[in-house]
Structures are given as structure tokens and as C-alpha cells.
């Protein structure tokens, strides 16, 4: 079975330009999320979905960053405009979640990006 | 608010020896997964082992083993016989029941040495 699929998994844009990151989670997975990961702050959730739902987006960090999951195998992060400190590796990850119940989160390859 | 501690940044240590990395959390939950991440320089997050708090049986795989101890909320990887390829960083992480938020620690970059 393919696992979490993103792109690109390489980014270099100009501070201003708008950024968009993509995502396929594991099929059959209700629970995606997005992650950020730098050497300053480590790992960092910044939204999750339950259902195509946005749950919690308390980890955005400002109103440049928006995240939507139109269809259960589809999510996109966008970055409008980039700044050079977004500059980070961003994982997409999905899980199986039912009621009373957790899963394991699988994360995708990252997305590096660069932000000039 | 849950807390991962991952006390040593850095280890290395000889081939096919075995290595114990260290993690503590801070909860207040009783219902709560661990779990321990792998990340190799090709930056890919792999789950390494998976316990649930509910189990007293320390979960394994393979040559990868945790020592759980609820009470003094510690989480230990044991890795047997390393290989070159074990070479990474691992992360513990935490979460539970409340939510899906996975709390991770700050990492410990291994080197195995040939």
C-alpha cells in the first residue's frame, strides 16, 4: 500500500511568492495533519482534520498559512506571502481514528522548503 | 499540558553493541499511546514501536524494545545488536485520549559506528 504522499518534496520560492503544499493521506485514514519541522522548535503541529473537518489550528502560526482538505484524499497548505523564517521541513501525517479509540500517526517524506 | 524530555541529545556507540536511549513525559491522563520515531538523514519520520498505557507488557519488535514504567512515567528504547542503519534521530512522542495531538521530544541523534 502506498504510504502518505506529498510534493513537492523540494520548494525554493522568493520571500512574498505564495507556497503550496500538497498532500495524499494513507486511503482510508479519517485524521490528517500538518507538522513543521526546524532546529529551533523542532517538531510542531500546526492543523489537524477529522473528517475533512479542521479540528484544531491553534499551532498556525499567523494568518499567512491556511490549510483545507476539500476530499478525505486531498489536503493542501499554502504559505501567501512566504517569509524566509518558514523556511522549514513540513510533514504531512494521517491516522485511522474511531471513536474510543487512537492510531498510529504516518507521516509522509516532508516537504523542504526555502524561502529566499 | 504534556511534556516529552529526551535527555540525551547525543549518542554513539559501536556496532552490533546494545543501546538504551531515555525518555520521561509529564501527564495527568491515565489513557495515553507512546511511541518512538525514527529519522534517518533522508528525513522520513518511521515508527520504530508503539506501546499503550494500558499494557504493563513492554511492547517489542525485533531487535527494538521499550521499558515502560508508568509510575515514573519513563519510556526507554532498547536497540539490540546495532546496525549501521539504525544511525539516526529518534523521537519519543506522546498522545492521548483527549486529543490527536502528538507531543514530541527534542531528539536523540545516534551514530552507529563500524
Known amino acids: 500500500d502506498a504510504g502518505v504522499i506529498q510534493s513537492p518534496r523540494h520548494e525554493v520560492t522568493e520571500m512574498g511568492q505564495e507556497v503550496t503544499l500538497r498532500c495524499k493521506p494513507i486511503?482510508?485514514?479519517?485524521?490528517l495533519f500538518w507538522y513543521r519541522q526546524t532546529m529551533m522548535r523542532g517538531l510542531e503541529l500546526l492543523i489537524y482534520?477529522?473528517?475533512?473537518?479542521?479540528?484544531?489550528d491553534s499551532g498556525m502560526p499567523e494568518d499567512r498559512f491556511s490549510a483545507k482538505m476539500p476530499n478525505a484524499s486531498f489536503s493542501t497548505l499554502k504559505i501567501q506571502p512566504s517569509e524566509p523564517r518558514d523556511s522549514a521541513v513540513y510533514f504531512c501525517?494521517?491516522?485511522?481514528?474511531?471513536?474510543?479509540?487512537?492510531?498510529?500517526?504516518?507521516f509522509g517524506p516532508g516537504t523542504r522548503l526555502t524561502v529566499l | 499540558a504534556q511534556t516529552v524530555t529526551q535527555s540525551q541529545p547525543e549518542m554513539s556507540v559501536q556496532e552490533a553493541e546494545t543501546v538504551t536511549l531515555s525518555c520521561t513525559y509529564d501527564?495527568?491522563?491515565?489513557?495515553?499511546?507512546l511511541f518512538w520515531y525514527k529519522q534517518p538523514p533522508s528525513r522520513q519520520m518511521i515508527l520504530v514501536i508503539r506501546?499503550?498505557?494500558?499494557?504493563?507488557q513492554n511492547a517489542t519488535e525485533n531487535r527494538f524494545s521499550v521499558n515502560f514504567q508508568k509510575a515514573a512515567k519513563s519510556f526507554s528504547l532498547k536497540i539490540s545488536d546495532s546496525q549501521l542503519g539504525d544511525t539516526a534521530m529518534y523521537f519519543c512522542?506522546?498522545?492521548?485520549?483527549?486529543?490527536?495531538?502528538?507531543?514530541f521530544g527534542t531528539g536523540t541523534r545516534l551514530t552507529i559506528i563500524p
Open positions: 501525517a494521517s491516522s485511522s481514528r474511531t471513536s474510543g479509540s487512537l492510531d498510529t500517526q504516518y
Open positions: 486511503s482510508g485514514h479519517n485524521s
Open positions: 482534520f477529522n473528517n475533512n473537518v479542521p479540528i484544531d
Open positions: 501527564t495527568s491522563e491515565n489513557n495515553y499511546y
Open positions: 506501546q499503550e498505557a494500558y499494557k504493563q
Open positions: 512522542a506522546f498522545i492521548d485520549f483527549g486529543n490527536e495531538k502528538l507531543t
